[in-house]
């Protein structure tokens, strides 16, 4: 079940991106001391909290048996753009589709909100995501290196 978020739920999302984005880390040698500001080391409820109440960002949150297993967020860039933000899932719940309905949710929320154009950031080199991503419709549509992370962040598109 899918459930938009609640500031009180907000040190569980925490949680959720944090560990989910940890596998990520772990796989590609991130560290808080090499890559301070990837989700797994940058996420905290201060600043969920700010993305929840003053950007007015949309969460929601995927629940499995009462436990939030499963999480994104929407942030409306103009009237017809909006990214998508931490889609992730715990490890242990991984390809039971949960992903699949987080994004499809995602996109009909998207266009409920009038926009015509999802943008999406990626590790790059998470060459398994990319094509995940693609799968479904989504367009890589360039890269960025920049000096405080240790890999390319990769930029995708999903027309809507």
């Not at 949309?58 to 436990?67: E, H, N, Q, T, V």
């Not at 994104?72 to 992730?88: F, G, H, I, Q, R």
């Not at 309905?101 to 398994?128: D, F, P, W, Y």
């Not at 479904?136 to 240790?150: A, L, N, R, S």
């Amino acid at each position: 079940m899918i459930c938009k978020i609640r500031r009180k739920e907000i040190p569980d999302c925490v949680e959720v991106i944090c560990k989910s984005f940890m596998t990520v880390a772990d796989e590609f040698g991130f560290t808080a001391e090499n890559a301070p500001r990837f989700t797994a080391f940058a996420t905290t409820e201060e600043r969920l909290i700010y993305h929840l109440e003053q950007e007015q960002r949309l969460m929601f949150a995927y629940y499995s048996d009462g436990k939030m297993v499963g999480y994104y967020s929407l942030l409306k860039k103009n009237e017809k753009e909006c990214e998508l933000n931490n889609l992730c899932v715990l490890e242990e719940y991984r390809h039971k589709k949960i992903g699949e309905q987080l994004l499809e949710h995602a996109i009909a929320e998207a266009r409920s909100m009038g926009c015509s154009q999802m943008n999406i950031g990626i590790v790059e080199e998470n060459v398994k995501l990319r094509k995940w991503y693609e799968a479904y419709g989504v367009e890589h549509i360039g890269t960025e290196k920049y000096d405080f992370f240790p890999f390319v962040c990769g930029y995708m598109k999903k027309m809507l």
